[in-house]
């Protein structure tokens, strides 16, 4: 493989919390901030290094700026009796504390969408470790040594995998049951390689984890999960084994499947560094796809034109440009949430603008419990308004591709906040909706 020379070198380096006084002081943020940060940061978790802090933030245009609120613990994440609680659990020691916190935490719904009650398979008769099993043709596998990212979005739906407790993290130690569970389940031809990220792992590590995948014929498709090309592209380009990276993921191509980087790319900003268009350079040279998605989230890119000229930018790099996401009902969702008629008209104004090759994209996609459900737009009919909506993936295979009508609502910011649905929705999709406890 003929691979680009590499850009400038930044070593990684990590901060967490016990460096918010050290960072509030290198770029001028005042006492108030700090505060409330260091107590929403107990609850949600927080994590930068020097890549996002010195190419990513707009350090004049704090605290507005969408990278900043997008990394950094911000006022109104938590409710000012939830912050109140906080600070007297401190007052009153660790153990106060650390109970306060888990308390706060668990009504944060932690694994939305059934992730723990529906999404985990048995093997044996025994539940999985590190495993999810949603829909029929795709399995996602959690290593134990990629639950953790080179930085932490705020809006993170998968916060539970950082908190540091066990009983409600996803991890599996080595392969072994995935292998298991993939002959047994010939139907699984997609395995998504998620976390956290497992580009957080070394290649040798990430090599235990993908090899043995190649010796089960079923298997058509290896994605991986990332969050590296925004947070630190020096992965695929100039770490120590960068290149042994590059090459697994050949040895997968080369294997006569194919190689998909999912990549979270939430706003353009991550895309605009020389480092980060190497990188997608060095990944594509491997004959690796890359697909970008990423929330809708508030005061982040809430605007028609930040996503457009984000698509038009995927575009060029020679990715695919290809979910918008509702942002999901957990963590500090009433601080990011966009109301879904407000989507529809981001998304419609968006994509009305693309040239036809951007228009890959698939949006606003909400990943409930029943599956994943696009909002194609607004219909106005005799008897009023509707969501217009479809199935893009579901439990029940049979349920994809076919619409459905919700009642509109301008303020309804998820599935379960939508009235019931109209009568004419056909009766198992219904009952999916249902029986999941989206919609009443």
């Known amino acids: 493989m003929n691979l680009p020379g590499a850009t400038e070198t930044m070593r990684y380096r990590a901060y967490g919390p016990r460096h918010l006084s050290e960072i ?16 929403v940061c107990r609850v949600i978790p927080f994590r930068v290094n020097e890549y996002v802090l010195s190419e990513m933030i707009d350090w004049d245009a704090v605290p507005d700026d969408p990278m900043f609120q997008m990394l950094f613990p911000q006022p109104g994440m938590l409710s000012d009796a939830d912050v109140q609680r906080l600070e007297e659990a401190v007052a009153d020691g660790k153990r106060a504390e650390r109970d306060t916190v888990r308390q706060i935490q668990a009504r944060l719904n932690p694994h939305p969408s059934g992730q723990r009650e529906f999404n985990v398979p048995l093997l044996g008769g025994e539940s999985t470790s590190g495993l999810q099993h949603k829909y029929r043709e795709t399995i996602l596998y959690f290593p134990q040594q990629g639950q953790t990212c080179h930085a932490y979005c705020t809006y993170c739906f998968r916060w539970a995998q950082f908190v540091g407790d066990s009983e409600i993290r996803f991890a599996a130690v080595e392969p072994s049951q995935l292998v298991a569970y993939l002959a047994d389940h010939p139907e699984v031809e997609d395995v998504l390689v998620t976390g956290g990220d497992p580009m957080m792992m070394s290649t040798e590590r990430l090599r235990e984890h993908i090899e043995p995948l190649l010796s089960v014929p079923t298997v058509r498709c290896i994605r991986i999960g990332t969050k590296a090309l925004a947070y630190w592209p020096y992965r695929f380009v100039d770490d120590e084994d960068a290149d042994d990276l590059l090459r697994l993921f050949e040895r997968v191509i080369d294997s006569g499947r194919n190689l998909a980087v999912m990549a979270h790319v939430s706003h353009g900003r991550e895309l605009g560094t020389d480092v980060v268009r190497e990188a997608v350079s060095r990944l594509r040279a491997t004959g690796a796809l890359i697909f970008c998605q990423a929330p809708l ?15 038009r930018a995927q575009l060029a790099m020679g990715a695919l440009p290809y979910y918008m996401f509702v942002e999901r009902d957990t963590g500090p969702h009433d601080y990011f949430k966009v109301p879904l008629s407000d989507a529809v008209a981001i998304f419609q104004t968006a994509y009305s ?42 439990r029940n295979a049979g349920l994809v591709g076919r619409p459905f009508r919700a009642p509109f609502s301008e303020h309804a910011s998820w599935l379960s906040e939508i009235g019931p649905l109209t009568a004419d929705t056909p009766d198992d999709i219904a009952k999916a909706v249902r029986s999941a406890g989206e919609s009443q």
């Open 297 to 311: 989230v508030a005061r982040v890119n809430d605007a028609p034109s930040v996503w457009s000229d984000m698509w």
């Open 353 to 394: 603008s693309l040239p036809g090759l951007a228009r890959t994209v698939r949006g606003p996609v909400m990943s409930t419990t029943p599956g994943k459900i696009v909002i194609d737009g607004v219909e106005q009919s005799p008897d009023g308004r509707f969501f217009r909506m479809r199935f893009l993936q579901a």
């Open 24 to 39: 509030a002081s290198r770029f001028s943020l005042d006492a108030e901030f700090l505060r409330n940060a260091q107590l």
